[in-house]
């Protein structure tokens, strides 16, 4: 089993930027891929970004590509959403997830977290 836990998430200006901790505990997430997803209310889960288990591939949503960038420290058991140039559509839960197809959409992963809050305002 993985346990997964988000943190620093909160409420930020639009432009600005936050950065996303996913603690994993339990087995070790080194051979799994990671991912972010994200919810906001009424909408559907979306990808954000994965996370090859090297940490050599990377990969992005449309939506957020140029903006974020996803990293991972395998010696800490912990992945990072580094997230800049925020907007106020980037408003929603934010989900750490990890599977084994770093190709894979949200059905694909195995294990998550409970999610962090983050909001832009304008």
């Known amino acids: 089993q993985v346990q997964l836990v988000e943190s620093g998430g909160g409420l930020v200006q639009a432009g600005g930027s936050l950065r996303l901790s996913c603690a994993a505990s339990g087995r070790t997430i080194s051979m799994y891929a990671m991912g972010w997803f994200r919810q906001a209310p009424g909408k559907e889960r979306e990808f954000v970004a994965a996370v090859n288990w090297s940490g050599g591939s990377t990969r992005y949503g449309d939506s957020v590509k140029g903006r974020f960038t996803i990293s991972r420290d395998h010696a800490k058991n912990m992945v990072y959403l580094q997230m800049n140039s925020l907007k106020p559509e980037d408003t929603a839960i934010y989900y750490c997830?990890?599977?084994?197809?770093?190709?894979?959409?949200?059905?694909?992963?195995?294990?998550w977290g409970q999610g962090t809050q983050v909001t832009v305002s304008s």
């Open positions: 997830a990890a599977g084994r197809n770093y190709y894979g959409g949200a059905r694909d992963y195995d294990y």
